[in-house]
T-cell receptor, first 112, second 113 residues
Framework: QKEVEQNSGPLSVPEGAIASLNCTYSDRGSQSFFWYRQYSGKSPELIMFIYSNGDKEDGRFTAQLNKASQYVSLLIRDSQPSDSATYLC????????????FGTGTLLAVQP | DTAVSQTPKYLVTQMGNDKSIKCEQN?????MYWYKQDSKKFLKIMFS???????INETVPNRFSPKSPDKAHLNLHINSLELGDSAVYFC????????????FGSGTQLSVL
C-alpha cells in the first residue's frame, strides 16, 4: 500500500465548476497535510496546508481533513483554465525526524 | 530575487560520468532537501540537511553524495551515472526541520544516455 494515494486522473471539469481532488494516507500518526500545485515543467508550489479535522478555506481553495478516515481533499471553486496543473497531496510521516511524503498527484484539466 | 536557485537546469550526460548539481537559498531557512521526481511525477525525498548536518538519508545509492558547506547551500554529486538516474532533481528548503512548507527550486532535468 502506498503511503499517500491519489487518483492520477486526468480530472476534467468545465470552467466555473468545482474541482474535487482526493487523497488518502496510511500513517495514522501523520499530523500535517499539504497540497502543492505543479504546472507542467515547473516546480511544486505550496497552495494549502491543514492540521486539524474539518475545513480550511483560502480564496477559491478549501482543504478538508478527516483523520479518522485518513482522508484529505482539496476543493477548487469557480475553476479556471489557469488551475490546470498536477495537484500533489503531501503528508508528514511521524517519527524522530518528520518527512514529507508525496502522492503521485492528480492531473486537473479545466476546460474553457 | 530567486528564493531557491539550482543549477544547471538541464544536464545531459553519458553513463558512467560524474556530475554535480548546485543549490542555494536566500530565504534564511535552516533546512534544505534534495527530492527526485521520476517520469510518473512521483516526488521522493533523498536527503535533508539542517544547519549543515545530515538528518535524513533515504535509501539512496552511495553514488549520490550531498554536501552542505553552509546552511544556504546544498550540492549533490553523483558518481558513475546510470540510466535509471534520469529524472528531475529538485532542491527545496524549509524554515525548520519538520519537513513542512517546502520552497522548491526550479529543478534540474538529468538525462543519462
Amino acid at each position: 500500500q502506498k503511503e499517500v494515494e491519489q487518483n492520477s486522473g486526468p480530472l476534467s471539469v468545465p470552467e466555473g465548476a468545482i474541482a474535487s481532488l482526493n487523497c488518502t494516507y496510511s500513517d495514522r500518526g501523520s499530523q500535517s497535510f499539504f497540497w502543492y500545485r505543479q504546472y507542467s515543467g515547473k516546480s511544486p508550489e505550496l497552495i494549502m496546508f491543514i492540521y486539524s479535522n474539518g475545513d480550511k478555506e483560502d480564496g477559491r481553495f478549501t482543504a478538508q481533513l478527516n483523520k479518522a478516515s485518513q482522508y484529505v481533499s482539496l476543493l477548487i471553486r469557480d475553476s479556471q483554465p489557469s488551475d490546470s496543473a498536477t495537484y500533489l497531496c503531501a503528508v508528514t510521516r511521524s517519527g524522530a525526524t518528520n518527512k514529507l511524503i508525496f502522492g503521485t498527484g492528480t492531473l486537473l484539466a479545466v476546460q474553457p | 530575487d530567486t528564493a531557491v536557485s539550482q543549477t544547471p537546469k538541464y544536464l545531459v550526460t553519458q553513463m558512467g560520468n560524474d556530475k554535480s548539481i548546485k543549490c542555494e537559498q536566500n530565504l534564511g531557512h535552516d533546512t534544505m532537501y534534495w527530492y527526485k521526481q521520476d517520469s510518473k511525477k512521483f516526488l521522493k525525498i533523498m536527503f535533508s540537511y539542517n544547519n549543515k548536518e545530515l538528518i535524513i538519508n533515504e535509501t539512496v545509492p552511495n553514488r549520490f553524495s550531498p554536501k552542505s558547506p553552509d546552511k544556504a547551500h546544498l550540492n549533490l554529486h553523483i558518481n558513475s551515472l546510470e540510466l535509471g538516474d534520469s529524472a528531475v532533481y529538485f532542491c527545496a528548503s524549509s524554515h525548520n526541520n519538520q519537513g513542512e512548507k517546502l520552497f522548491f527550486g526550479s529543478g534540474t532535468q538529468l538525462s543519462v544516455l
